[in-house]
T-cell receptor, first 116, second 111 residues
Framework: NAGVTQTPKFQVLKTGQSMTLQCAQDMNHEYMSWYRQDPGMGLRLIHYSVGAGITDQGEVPNGYNVSRSTTEDFPLRLLSAAPSQTSVYFC???????????????FGAGSRLTVL | GQQVMQIPQYQHVQEGEDFTTYCNSSTTLSNIQWYKQRPGGHPVFLIQLVKSGEVKKQKRLTFQFGEAKKNSSLHITATQTTDVGTYFCACRAGGYQKVTFGTGTKLQVIP
């Protein structure tokens, strides 16, 4: 069981470039989400999904797109990178139903993005 | 929208001293979770509280959920260097799928 896998671990972009952060989980979790972590700001929700084909916005969705074509994958797309998007990005997933494990978030190792 | 405040932002303690972090929500919560993030790592689940006034213990860690289900605390007795990290509360209100994290408390333990 790999858990939640994020790629890449590190990325440097120039302003205006686009890229996709990948997130995959092998735990059959219905719920998947993306957070960004900035110093003093905690973890802020960007987008989330409760199942394949269903996505919704979090607190800070501007400049990011997501899709959920399969249960396993939840990529995060930066359309036109800006320096304000320099951050550490975490993908997290959880079961939605069933027992004590429901709603417990399992995080990936993170992707550190720098936009110059 | 839901506001979650966590205090203090930083705490330095001597090894063996106690430590407490507090989490306060602007709305009534359906449950609250606590996570720990080691330096350079990712958040890891510690515990979930669901019931009003609930108290749970994990070895030296004690977690409380307020009677009004709008606040929570994490208390560590006799800190050790292995307790170093940032502690986050994560709040879920009503039937919402969104989880709102507190800003975290960064704990440094001085040997």
């Amino acid at each position: 069981n790999a858990g939640v896998t994020q790629t890449p671990k590190f990325q440097v972009l120039k302003t205006g470039q686009s890229m996709t952060l990948q997130c995959a989980q092998d735990m059959n979790h219905e719920y998947m989400s993306w957070y960004r972590q900035d110093p003093g700001m905690g973890l802020r929700l960007i987008h989330y999904s409760v199942g394949a084909g269903i996505t919704d916005q979090g607190e800070v969705p501007n400049g990011y797109n997501v899709s959920r074509s399969t249960t396993e994958d939840f990529p995060l797309r930066l359309l036109s990178a800006a320096p304000s998007q320099t951050s550490v990005y975490f993908c997290a997933s959880s079961l939605q139903r069933g027992g004590s494990g429901a709603n417990v978030l399992t995080f990936g190792a993170g992707s550190r993005l720098t936009v110059l | 929208g839901q506001q979650v405040m966590q205090i203090p932002q930083y705490q330095h303690v001597q090894e063996g001293e106690d430590f407490t972090t507090y989490c306060n929500s602007s709305t009534t919560l359906s449950n609250i979770q606590w996570y720990k993030q080691r330096p350079g790592g990712h958040p890891v689940f510690l515990i979930q509280l669901v019931k009003s006034g609930e108290v749970k213990k994990q070895k030296r860690l004690t977690f409380q959920f307020g009677e009004a289900k709008k606040n929570s605390s994490l208390h560590i007795t006799a800190t050790q260097t292995t307790d170093v990290g940032t502690y986050f509360c994560a709040c879920r209100a009503g039937g919402y799928q969104k989880v709102t994290f507190g800003t975290g408390t960064k704990l440094q333990v001085i040997p």
